[in-house]
């Protein structure tokens, strides 16, 4: 089974509105953190937001929120306000501390297009 | 913030060549370094993990002989593809370890090398 899952694999969204990228993940291991980058066409991985499994609020940073819903095994990436600087490849990633000797794994990524 | 490098940046060679590219951490030491490989419109996949003063730990299906990766100080992880091919050509990626992160720790990324063989 596929330890991190992205199911849209291209996402369109009008310039100033908010979006929202899921991605849910498997994992038996209670200690862990979720990222998410962002990869412009230059191809350079760019850090968004980090979500630690015992973090008990919701990550913020600036206009990137991420919608941890442990239960449900779930770190959506929700970018609100839209801007055309936006468009880029997005990966969900995850590090286990006592799984997978501690290595990423991430998400097959969802292509976001911002429409002017 | 920590920054990691690498060089080159873009990279055209012969088929039958051999090829290498540097990644280094310029403001920490790193003693753990990741080499990504990443096809157009695709996911990061792991290659291996370099380890400074000790040998790299290939993922299964990476021929260690083909790509060979060096550790050799705490500062710079080299990759060398060794004899390559058409089907060697891809985007490569490092990263490096950085501080912790709780639970888990940072990870910093180059910026990647393309390489072409011709």
């Known amino acids: 089974a596929q330890k991190i899952t992205q199911t849209q694999p291209g996402m369109f969204v009008q310039e100033k509105e908010a979006v929202t990228l899921d991605c849910t993940y498997d994992?038996?291991?209670?200690?862990?953190?979720l990222f998410w980058y962002k990869q412009p066409s230059s191809g350079e991985m760019i850090f968004l937001i980090y979500?630690?499994?015992?973090?008990?609020q919701n990550a913020t940073e600036g206009r990137y929120s991420l919608n941890f819903q442990k239960a449900r095994k779930s770190a959506n990436l929700v970018i609100s306000a839209s801007q055309l600087g936006d468009s880029a490849m997005y990966f969900c990633?995850?590090?286990?501390?006592?799984?997978?000797?501690?290595?990423?794994?991430f998400g097959d990524g969802t292509t976001l297009t911002v429409k002017p | 913030g920590a920054v990691v490098s690498q060089h080159p940046s873009w990279v055209i060679c012969k088929s039958g060549t051999s090829v290498k590219i540097e990644c280094r951490s310029l403001?920490?030491?790193?003693?753990?370094m990741f080499w990504y490989r990443q096809f157009p419109k695709q996911s990061l996949m792991l290659m291996a993990t370099?380890?400074?003063?000790?040998?790299?730990?290939?993922e299964q299906g990476v021929e260690k002989d083909k790509f060979l990766i060096n550790h050799a100080s705490l500062t710079l992880s080299t990759l060398t593809v060794t004899s390559a091919h058409p089907e060697d050509s891809s985007f490569y990626i490092c990263?490096?370890?950085?501080?912790?992160?709780?639970?888990?720790?940072?990870?910093?990324f180059g910026p990647g090398t393309r390489l072409t063989v011709t």
């Open positions: 990263s490096a370890r950085g501080p912790d992160r709780a639970p888990v720790y940072e990870q910093y």
């Open positions: 994992t038996s291991d209670p200690s862990y953190g």
């Open positions: 979500q630690g499994s015992y973090d008990q």
């Open positions: 990633a995850m590090r286990e501390v006592n799984t997978n000797a501690g290595k990423s794994t």
């Open positions: 403001d920490f030491q790193a003693t753990t």
């Open positions: 370099s380890n400074e003063g000790s040998k790299a730990t290939y």
